[in-house]
């Protein structure tokens, strides 16, 4: 189960009195359809091996198990997308309603939102070999590419016409499957229908045992490897998926699983903004939180207390607290306390309020080193920004050659940054992020953008000053560096997907075991436990080295802060021949007059001198009251309200 949210819509900390426009945050609707090439290459296994983590699934095997996989998934975390299964060079043909229009084309599972039944079904062509060797059978001759992609056009037009997302998943290992020029331009123009259509293709590659794919013979020109509309942008290819050979252990269900994952959900967009760069140069862009926490989400609610389950149309009313009447929206009005008072807006003053300081816009005001960015300045979560074409054309163009050049020089910029309309605006470092890749070639983070917010003055919180601390010695620093060295992570990255979240893959699991007739498990798989056994016999040694070193620098420093506090020796007596007169008397203690003879140990000078430096409120609450006591002033209510107090009477004495 995904356990990154990609829903992105502004949470509570955005602001209680925010008002979001709902136009820009619909719930995006994803169809894909999964075609699965069955060809004899395709169902071929790989040799037999004495290796448990070898191979034992043709490549059509592991698509399908992997379609599975990915069917169980969304039927939960994405309950509105529709999913299918076409494949194609089967040797028997079946589609909806008997049509038979397209040969050797198999609708294993037709577009729809997946139901517990379809996901039972494919259950059981996944574990029952006998049911999948008989509904597997390759056809005599090659299917032809073009009317694949006309079948999906049809199955797209007719069962998901008006959603936003649809995407086919073409999974093959034939890159030349066009013998004649004709057939592959037949495939082109259906290829481009499909993407007049708003659909997209995305193409996960096979390779074979000595024979890698090639797109450049055939899906370089099928598969667009950028935007329509700006083709000279730069974009990266995927790489083709290997099969593995007995006992190498490399997974191809765990390549094909971890490379549809990373397509398989459209991310939500943020926002979408215009992107100054300079005076009267704006290229578009969309904004992503690529890693958000998810949480249990209640996609509605449930009726139990009638013969059948039903789900409730809920509905909101505010009442009148004294009559209890009926208030309607246009009755309602935002208000703000003010002094005590409160003031009250339209919703015309309300929006030129929010909205003084223009429309979203991210505009960048000037660059600086990467090297004078603390790592402490930061208040938020960081967005990553992607060119989009749909307002500027060639925005992907300017946008690649703006972090590239950021990158080069080692530079950051720093931008006045408004998210959306409502927003407060935002200083921001813009950070170039490099594109990354795995080590079997995908890429798990694309090229781009960073927004990081900056802290505004009022932000940053001095610490307190600390005394008598003990510091470290270079011993010490030694010791733990080499406890932190044997704490490290595998090749010292932390991937979160590696460490899925327990609550949640225990609660999906536990409604999977309940919709598909499942038996409960009985313990959680949590992979966030730390692996004690293995910490401690890498860190024993170091650690009860350090805790040594420690104690004895420890009561070192404390007898040497000891010596230096005890008191100074008193002075010589004067002998009892020395004259009376010569000795000095004892000095006299000053003492603080009170202020206005009213009691009080600060003067008004001294609380006025306080209040200039901003240090007023580090008084403390009885300081505050035992001011205002000696000056015959209220001493009720909060700390904020004895502070004003005080503020209130220096002013009236003209301090």
Excluded at 160 to 188: E, G
Excluded at 201 to 225: A, E, N, Q, T, W
Aim: some cysteine; proline content about 7%; overall charge neutral.
């Amino acid at each position: 189960m995904a356990d990154l949210a990609h829903d992105n819509r502004p949470g509570d900390d955005e602001g209680e009195e925010e008002e979001v426009d709902d136009a820009s945050y619909k719930t995006i609707k994803d169809a894909v359809l999964f075609a699965i090439d069955v060809s004899p290459s395709m169902l071929q296994r790989p040799p037999p091996s004495d290796d448990k983590k070898a191979d034992r699934d043709s490549p059509t095997s592991a698509a399908l198990k992997c379609a599975y996989q990915l069917m169980q998934q969304r039927i939960i975390s994405n309950p509105t997308d529709m999913m299918g299964i076409l494949l194609f060079g089967t040797e028997k043909t079946h589609l909806a309603d008997g049509d038979n229009t397209f040969p050797h084309c198999y609708l294993l599972s037709d577009l729809d939102v997946p139901s517990a039944n379809d996901v039972k079904q494919l259950r059981s062509l996944v574990e029952n070999e006998e049911e999948a060797a008989a509904l597997l059978r390759p056809a005599d001759e090659p299917t032809s590419i073009a009317a694949v992609l006309f079948c999906a056009i049809q199955i797209f037009t007719t069962k998901a016409p008006n959603f936003s997302s649809r995407r086919l998943f073409l999974v093959t290992d034939n890159d030349n499957p066009a013998k004649i020029k004709q057939d592959k331009d037949t495939a082109i123009t259906r290829a481009r229908d499909l993407y007049d259509l708003g659909c997209t293709i995305d193409l996960f590659p096979i390779s074979r045992p000595g024979h890698g794919f090639d797109r450049s013979k055939f899906y370089d020109d099928l598969v667009y490897p950028s935007s329509p509309s700006d083709p000279d942008a730069p974009a990266s290819l995927p790489s083709a998926t290997k099969v593995a050979k007995s006992g190498d252990g490399i997974s191809l269900l765990q390549q094909l699983i971890s490379s549809i994952n990373s397509k398989a959900t459209p991310r939500r967009a943020l926002f979408s903004l215009p992107f100054e760069i300079g005076p009267g140069l704006r290229i578009g862009v969309k904004g992503f939180i690529i890693i958000k926490r998810q949480e249990h989400v209640k996609s509605c609610y449930v009726w139990v207390g009638g013969e059948k389950v039903q789900i409730v149309a809920s509905s909101t009313s505010h009442l009148a607290d004294d009559t209890a009447r009926v208030v309607e929206k246009t009755e309602l009005r935002k208000a703000y306390k003010f002094g005590g008072d409160t003031i009250t807006f339209t919703p015309e003053e309300f929006t030129q309020i929010r909205q003084c300081f223009g429309d979203p816009v991210i505009r960048i005001i000037g660059f600086k080193p990467i090297s004078s960015l603390p790592i402490w300045a930061n208040t938020g979560k960081a967005t990553f920004i992607y060119p989009s074409e749909s307002d500027y054309v060639g925005s992907t163009r300017v946008f690649s050659a703006l972090q590239q050049k950021l990158i080069n020089s080692k530079k950051m910029a720093v931008a006045w940054f408004i998210a959306r309309r409502n927003a407060a605006p935002v200083i921001t470092a813009i950070i170039p992020g490099e594109e990354k890749y795995d080590e079997d070639g995908e890429q798990i983070m694309p090229p781009g953008l960073w927004l990081i917010p900056l802290p505004f003055v009022d932000d940053i919180r001095q610490c307190p000053e600390q005394a008598d601390n003990i510091k470290t010695t270079e011993e010490l620093t030694d010791i733990m560096r080499k406890v932190i060295e044997q704490l490290q992570l595998p090749k010292g990255v932390y991937n979160p997907s590696k460490y899925p979240n327990p609550d949640l893959q225990w609660f999906y699991r536990i409604l999977q075991a309940m919709a598909l007739e499942e038996e409960v498990p009985e313990k959680a798989d949590d992979k966030t436990i730390p692996k004690y056994k293995q910490i401690d016999k890498r860190t024993r040694g170091y650690l009860a080295q350090f805790g040594q070193e420690f104690d004895e620098e420890h009561k070192r420093q404390t007898r040497g802060k000891l010596k230096s506090s005890a008191a100074p020796p008193k002075k010589r007596a004067a002998t009892s021949s020395a004259p009376i007169e010569d000795s000095k008397p004892s000095k006299r203690i000053k003492t603080e007059p009170q202020a206005n003879g009213n009691g009080g140990g600060m003067t008004d000078e001294d609380m006025a001198a306080l209040s200039d430096r901003g240090n007023i409120s580090k008084q403390s609450v009885g300081a505050l009251k035992e001011f205002l006591k000696a000056r015959k002033q209220p001493v009720a209510g909060k700390k904020i309200e004895l502070i004003e107090r005080v503020q209130q009477y220096l002013e009236s004495k003209g301090l």
